[in-house]
């Protein structure tokens, strides 16, 4: 049945409330406006992002909403104006947009985008302001752009990458943000050169993929610190040459590791979202050159310090949004790269569930953090 123009009546996990569990709904997704894209969504990844606003820390968490933004799917239609974009082409969802037209854009030096930046940071579509969403005629607010915790998604035609037809939706969904993140912050962002010795905090999928990110750029030594030891016997299948475990070390975690690198690291990478992580990730870099990347994203109030001193003597400290990557012009080159085997995605799934179980989906995540059990990186949900 032609759904196009129609209000389409679908499955959708809403968040009522912080915290409390998804409830799988009826949810209405009106027809797309004009410059959006209804799409199909088929396959959706967690993130802990998702977790992170869900808990309610997020200022810009809205309730009640649909969380989700690493997916891909099919779009359905599209409204007045959209050209890039048509029925039937696979896609992934960006919920960093790439207008192409806008300062950012327009600057060569970053892949953060304004054109409907303001109006996804409060849930709704840029057109008209409103979501197009709703229960009954209860508004329930969009996510990042994205929402894809739900069976129809209305995205911003800036939003949205065309991917290879051939490639399997069930694998590259991943592509649309923790791997692209990790690799990205290697290669964009910190621009790691052969020989570096590189720093990992975290070995979540995020820092999984700056190992493999560090590899492909010919870190000669790649250390991974987990408070989990569990992660060092999958982290080396991503590259990671060696691993400390904080909780093994009396010493601050950024003197050992300045002890045993003569003096620092080149990189690190902080991907948990700590703010006393981050300043031991900047600490333990060398001093003259070494460079941390920020990549976790820490709780609302939650501030990074440091002794100037670090930064006079020639530490730099930068962050990174989705790996440096713009969205629509390089989600399809990271697609293409994984068609021809060139970057992993398969490795770092770890479970398949149904929609209806996703609250399971997201124990499984909490309890491979939390109760250090089974190495959980992405459980993916069709
Ligand atoms: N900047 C960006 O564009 C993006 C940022 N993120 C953020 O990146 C972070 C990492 O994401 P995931 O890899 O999915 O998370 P994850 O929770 O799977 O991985 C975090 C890892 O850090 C470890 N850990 C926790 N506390 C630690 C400590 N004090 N010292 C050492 N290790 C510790 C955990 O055992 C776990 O292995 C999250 O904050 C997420 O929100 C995610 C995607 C994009
Ligand atoms: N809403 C949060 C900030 C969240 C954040 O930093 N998001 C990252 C992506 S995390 C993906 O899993 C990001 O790219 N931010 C750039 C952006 O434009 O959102 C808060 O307000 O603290
Ligand atoms: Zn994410
Ligand atoms: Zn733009």
Known sequence: MATEGQVITCKAAVAW???????????????????????????????????????????????????????AGIVESVGEGVTEVQPGDHVIPCYQAECRECKFCKSGKTNLCGKVRLATGVGVMLNDRKSRFSINGKPIYHFMGTSTFSQYTVVHDVSVAKVDPLAPLDKVCLLGCGVPTGLGAVW??????????????????????????????????IIGIDIDSKKFDTAKNFGVTEFINPKDHEKPIQQVIVDLTDGGVDYSFECIGNVSVMRAALECCHKGWGTSVIVGVAASGQEISTRPFQLVTGRVWKGTAFGGFKSRSQVPWLVDKYMKKEIKVDEYITHNLTLADINKAFDLMHDGKQRNSDFIQNARIS
């Open 17 to 71: 409330e912080p915290n409390k569990p998804l409830v799988i709904e009826d949810v209405q997704v009106a027809p797309p406006q004009a410059g959006e894209v209804r799409v199909k969504i088929l396959f959706t990844a967690l993130c802990h992002t998702d977790a992170y606003t869900w808990s309610g820390k997020d200022p810009e968490g809205l309730f009640p909403c649909i969380l989700g933004h690493e997916a």
């Open 188 to 221: 964009n962002t910190a621009k790691v050169e052969p020989g570096s010795i590189v720093a990992i905090f975290g070995l979540g999928t995020v820092g999984l993929a700056v190992a493999e990110g560090a590899k492909a750029a010919g870190a000669s030594r």
